[in-house]
């Protein structure tokens, strides 16, 4: 931006070449072969992914779908759910289903809102999307009413001593601790657990097995990523990422490159998003006049610095350096800007209550004499689903249209943090397919506006003929 000045990062200066490298577009041979690698071990032979001179990456059918056929089900490189969203939804750190109990959940919720309620902590959302520098909502239940339930009988639902009728047809995974003793990361298996380890968290934790000055300079950090906007814990996990496959490469026996090569290999996964430094892609609030446009991006970019000096205090890797350079942070963030699909996972306490409410009269009258107080308890916003924030490799992949062929959307058995595609229409072997960015139903001007943050004219057949009107 014009606006803004130099970067204040040395090591933006320092290790310009590298950085460079690292985000510079990936060759076409490279991304291919990526890509091919991704759908063949993941499975995916109903889709592939190809290179035109037109829209550059594309997603094809590589046979024909029916309408309402699952075209994809992605797993995030990526993802984390939203700090507050925490308060309400108890999920496993790595796959993001719900974990415990219903009794669990409920209880869980009941009790932190009650903390909330007598503190005010829970007045305020500070997550992607409702706070600094971005656009995009998260919800939070914030209308419960937990004082109608007595406290030790919410302890009682947590604890497991007592029963609700019907969650036996609502059995959830048992919760498993993190290995590092942190009290912020649960899994629904140890296998979820140890992936989440090898993957990000052992980098991460704040646990008692973390040394004492790490430990702290990491909580410093969360703490302000909690303040401002939680983006910033799922760059964090993106860099986690990448040094620790670092690591990994580095340990192969038959691996004698010097240290940038491997951490090129190391980054490749995350080097296939688009990316723009995030203070440049993040939408002018509607309060912020276009005057202030400058200033308010300066700001962005400060608020991501001071994320990232917190950050180095804790984990900073003298060999992988460029990895924590301004420059990369900010494209790290703006890459979750632009390429995001919502992470949404449906609460499986909303799909108790509907039960009950589905009841025949005579059971749904006597199960409602136990379920009303805790239902009336938790409001209007009993069913917030677990929500957060994700990087989808493949459909990250897909080009918009305005009449797409595709949507994201979320079954009833889809009950885990993958993104899950679903045919429109029916789509034929070789076409590609799309899905919408934004909400195709505006007008072709708001659409137009809408997708000019993503850094393109869209001119689908949708476009092309209501453009002549």
Not at 112 to 117: D, F, T
Not at 231 to 256: D, E, G, M, N, W
Request: net charge negative.
């Amino acid at each position: 931006m014009g606006g803004i000045g130099a970067s204040p990062c040395d090591l933006d200066r320092e290790f310009a070449p590298q950085i460079a490298q690292l985000l510079a577009t990936p060759p076409i041979q490279s991304a291919q072969e990526y890509y091919d690698e991704v759908i063949q071990s993941k499975k995916h032979d109903g889709i592939r992914v190809s290179y035109s001179g037109k829209h550059g990456k594309a997603v094809c059918a590589n046979r024909d779908f029916a309408e309402d056929d699952v075209v994809l089900k992605d797993q995030m490189l990526v993802g984390a759910q939203h700090s507050l969203n925490k308060i309400d939804c108890v999920v496993c750190s790595y796959c993001f289903r719900f974990i415990g109990s219903i009794e669990f959940q409920i209880g869980r919720r009941l009790y932190l809102h009650s903390i909330g309620a007598s503190t005010g902590s829970t007045s305020e959302r500070h997550c992607h999307g409702s706070d600094v520098g971005s656009s995009t909502g998260c919800s939070g239940s914030t209308n419960g009413n937990s004082n109608a339930v007595p406290q030790e009988v919410i302890m009682s639902l947590m604890d497991g001593d007592t029963s609700l009728p019907f969650t036996d047809q609502f059995c959830l995974p048992s919760i498993v601790a993190c290995p590092g003793g942190c009290e912020g990361e649960l899994y629904c298996s140890q296998s979820c657990a140890d992936s989440d380890w090898d993957s990000y968290h052992s980098l991460l934790c704040t646990g008692s097995k973390t040394e004492p000055s790490r430990r702290s300079a990491l909580q410093k950090f969360v703490e302000h990523a909690n303040g401002t906007n939680d983006i910033f814990l799922v760059a964090a996990k993106a860099i986690t990422f990448t040094l620790l496959r670092y690591k990994k490469l580095k340990r192969q026996p038959a691996s004698h490159e010097s240290s940038f090569p491997l951490l090129m290999e190391a980054w490749k996964p995350l080097s296939m998003g688009f990316k723009k430094r995030w203070w440049e892609c993040v939408a002018l609030p509607e309060d912020i006049d276009s005057s202030e446009e400058d200033s308010f991006r300066q700001q962005m970019r400060d608020l991501a610095f001071a994320s990232l000096q917190l950050f180095k205090d804790a984990i900073f890797d003298p060999e992988c350096a460029p990895l924590f350079s301004l420059d990369v942070y900010g494209h790290i963030i703006g890459m979750f800007e632009l390429n995001n699909l919502d992470l949404v996972v449906a609460s499986p306490v909303e799909g108790y209550f509907i039960h009950i409410d589905d009841l025949p009269e005579s059971e749904k009258e006597e199960a409602e004499k136990v379920t009303g107080p805790f239902l009336d308890a938790l409001g209007e916003d009993y069913s917030v689903p677990c929500e957060g924030t994700a990087f989808f490799p493949l459909q990250s992949c897909m080009n918009h249209s305005c009449c797409p062929n595709a949507k994201a959307f979320k079954r009833d058995e889809d009950n885990n943090g993958h993104a899950v595609i679903l045919a429109l229409k029916p789509i034929s072997k070789g076409e590609e397919i799309t899905i919408s960015y934004i909400d195709e139903d505006l007008s072709y001007e708001e659409r137009q506006a809408q997708l000019a943050d993503y850094g393109f004219t869209c001119a689908c057949t949708k476009c092309q003929e209501e453009r002549l009107i």
